[in-house]
Every structure is written in C-alpha cells, then in structure tokens.
C-alpha cells in the first residue's frame, strides 16, 4: 500500500501564495516508477486536474487555468522508498478556493485524468477570500 498525506492548506486573500505538501511512503510505494500529481474538488464540481510530475521531477504538466501561478516540484529520498511532491502557489485567486487531493500512479509518463491515478490523499482545503 501507499500512504499519501497532504499539508499546508489554509485560508488565504486574494493575491496571496500558499505551499501544499503532499508525503508519499508505503511498503510498495516506488519513486523510481510511479509519477504524482495535485488535483482539486470545489464544493458541487467535479474533481479536476491541477498538476502532475514524472517519478523524477524531469516532467512537469499544468492545467491552463494555474500556468504560470502554480509550481508543481518534488523531493526524492535518498532510499528511493518516500518522496515529497510541493505545490507552491501564487497568486490565488477566489476561484482557486477547493479541497486539494495529491495522487500517485504506477507509471513513467505524467497523467491528467483522474481515473489514471492509483493512490490519493485525504485532502486539504485552501480557501481564498476576495
């Protein structure tokens, strides 16, 4: 199993920047093979796509509505066994305000569709305020 857990949520003003943390760990948890990525969930829409990352960090991809807001990166351990996935965030906008979910997939490519995704977090909410 793979054990996922989202930090860094919070309440923010319009303008301002939040980082989320997302730690991934678990006996078959492998960084070598299994990319990441961030999605979100505003209350009555569907979870949507925000970023994702390759296993190493060489392959970023973004929705079109966070380019150039949102930085997507992650840190890899030493062992190979856990891996910290970031989302620095600037410049939020109300619009941004959802439960945030980190993810992870067996797989070399990076990957925008939910349904691709093996593993998620709990959750945690950002809200931003105008």
């Known amino acids: 199993q793979v054990q996922l857990v989202e930090s860094g949520g919070g309440l923010v003003q319009t303008g301002g920047s939040l980082r989320l943390s997302c730690a991934a760990s678990?006996?078959?948890?492998?960084?070598?093979?299994?990319?990441m990525g961030w999605f979100r969930q505003a209350p009555g829409k569907e979870r949507e796509f925000v970023a994702a990352?390759?296993?190493?960090?060489?392959?970023?991809?973004?929705?079109?509505s966070v380019k150039g807001r949102f930085t997507i990166s992650r840190v890899i351990s030493r062992d190979n066994a856990k891996s910290t996935m970031y989302l620095q965030m600037n410049s939020l906008k109300p619009e941004d305000t959802a439960a945030y979910y980190c993810a992870t997939r067996q797989g070399f490519r990076v990957a925008s569709r939910a349904s691709e995704y093996d593993y998620w977090g709990q959750g945690t909410q950002v809200t931003v305020s105008s």
């Open positions: 990352i390759s296993w190493n960090g060489g392959v970023t991809s973004y929705a079109d």
């Open positions: 678990g006996p078959t948890f492998r960084n070598y093979d299994m990319g």
